[in-house]
């Protein structure tokens, strides 16, 4: 088993090192929509490699054997890492299922007061404009959800440029780029090795927003001087978890719109590949081996139940 958990591990580590890479060279959309579910399948594996690991160490506890009907003593005799490794296993696992279940409850509690502020508001898809000093725009999350500004940003942009803002968040409304944001963050809370890969991607995200208002208007500066004086009204208040055209690396975003990068999608894809099917292999491999593990344990079980009665017999002769 000690070959295929090397495989997994250095798959994710190897994901971790190239994702923000791949994040910035990959066309925004394109990076979104490979690597969000890509991050996801990393931290699945490693979670059920993990798990695989960690109860060859607690099926060996009697009463646990007893349960699954298999030799504790068998399973002891045959595991094939020393027991530190599948107890940090179990370790990381709790771990990474509180930082989790925080996550979600942090998200979900975020996405219902949105609905709840903003879902009633007007018609799903609809513009609403909040009477608000305050410098906002964003997307609700529902699954046909509302583009919502206020006064505050509309008051700091021009006309054109409030065409840009909105062509931005139509953008992110068209696409639910809320479920992807909730994506990329779910595999770096239960992944940590994930975290610079998430802010790329959030990062993406909003460039592929960018990209969709550049093609609208047909006016890359447009939309970068949009941005810029969207970022700077809103500069004094802290970002949410939902998509808005002044989160990620606006910089970054800036710099892409008035100089976009070259991409180069061959090499990014190979490497994608390469480092999911070491990733594939592995994961199958841990489970084909575990269960054989624990078939070899069965067995002893029944082979010592068999003799039990035997015993019996010739006691008795």
Request: hydrophobic share 50%; net charge positive.
């Amino acid at each position: 088993m000690i070959t295929p958990l090397l495989a997994v591990l250095t798959a994710t580590l190897a994901y971790a090192g190239c994702g923000p890479w791949l994040s910035r060279t990959l066309r925004p959309s394109l990076a979104v929509r490979l690597l969000a579910p890509a991050g996801l399948a990393v931290t699945a594996t490693l979670w059920f490699a993990a798990a695989v690991t960690a109860f060859t160490w607690v099926g060996q506890d009697a009463e646990v054997a007893a349960v699954g009907a298999w030799s504790a003593q068998a399973l002891r005799s045959q595991a094939p890492l020393p027991w530190p490794v599948p107890a940090a296993a179990l370790l990381g696992l709790a771990l990474g299922a509180a930082r989790t279940a925080v996550f979600l409850g942090r998200r979900a509690r975020a996405m219902r007061v949105a609905h709840r502020d903003c879902g009633r508001l007007a018609a799903p898809g609809a513009l609403v404009v909040l009477d608000s000093d305050v410098p906002d725009a964003f997307t609700t999350p529902e699954a046909a959800g509302r583009i919502v500004v206020t006064r505050g940003m509309l008051r700091a942009l021009s006309a054109d440029e409030r065409a840009a803002l909105l062509a931005h968040e139509g953008s992110h409304l068209s696409h639910r780029h809320a479920w992807w944001v909730a994506a990329v963050d779910l595999a770096a809370s239960a992944n940590p090795l994930l975290r610079p890969t998430a802010r790329r991607l959030r990062n993406a995200i909003e460039r592929w927003a960018d990209e969709d208002a550049a093609a609208r208007l047909g006016d890359r500066r447009l939309v970068a001087r949009a941005l810029a004086r969207a970022a700077l009204a809103r500069r004094r208040y802290a970002a949410g978890p939902l998509p808005a055209a002044t989160g990620g690396d606006v910089p970054d975003r800036v710099r892409a719109l008035l100089d976009p990068p070259a991409t180069r999608r061959g090499p990014a894809l190979a490497v994608l590949t390469l480092v999911l099917s070491v990733l594939a292999f592995g994961g199958a491999a841990v489970q084909h081996q575990g269960e054989h593990l624990f078939e070899q344990a069965r067995s002893a079980y029944a082979a010592r139940g068999q003799q039990a009665p035997e015993a019996e017999a010739g006691r008795r002769l």
